[in-house]
């Protein structure tokens, strides 16, 4: 079940400063992680990855994902430390027509070595922030009881 990308992560994406990360799987569930620069959002709120090498690693793992329905994973780190998951399924590979066009020239316009070879639409299925603040606060509140007993000797301590 796809899920909406909120403007705030949008933007986040579309900052040159932000981190993307992209993680897929092999066919032996081996995974494979790396940054990516070429992760955007589109119109419709879908994940988009432009590859730009035929035997890549990641190429490969994302024509794997598509053709076996298989999840992969995109972290997006901003500028100021927030952090996103979003988990998706690569569901569409372009490597001809209008779009791909738009996209291959996009690419060469900010460098001329771009070679395109395949855009990737991953509709994402699940958001997830990753925040060290905000993950804390949400382990608290789901699981007020798992806590250190070094931590409540001390808050004992400070009571």
Do not use: C
């Not at 081996?30 to 940054?35: E, N």
């Not at 070679?115 to 699940?126: G, Q």
């Amino acid at each position: 079940m796809a899920v909406t990308i909120s403007q705030e992560i949008a933007e986040i994406f579309a900052d040159k400063e932000s981190i993307k990360v992209l993680a897929s799987v092999d066919e032996h569930g081996v995974p494979h992680v790396v940054v990516k620069s070429s992760l955007y959002i589109n119109e419709e709120g879908q994940i988009v990855y432009l590859e730009f090498f035929e035997k890549s690693v990641t190429n490969r793992n994302l024509t794997h994902s598509l053709w076996f329905n298989r999840t992969v994973a995109v972290n997006v780190t901003s500028r100021d430390g927030r952090s996103f998951q979003l988990k998706g399924v690569p569901y569409k590979s372009l490597v001809s027509g209008r779009e791909y066009l738009k996209f291959y020239t996009e690419s060469e316009k900010l460098d001329p070595d771009n070679d395109l070879v395949a855009v990737y639409i991953i509709e994402p299925t699940e958001i997830r922030e990753q925040t060290y603040q905000h993950r804390i606060k949400e382990e608290r509140e789901k699981h007020p009881l798992y806590i250190h007993l070094d931590k409540l000797a001390k808050e004992s301590e400070e009571n």
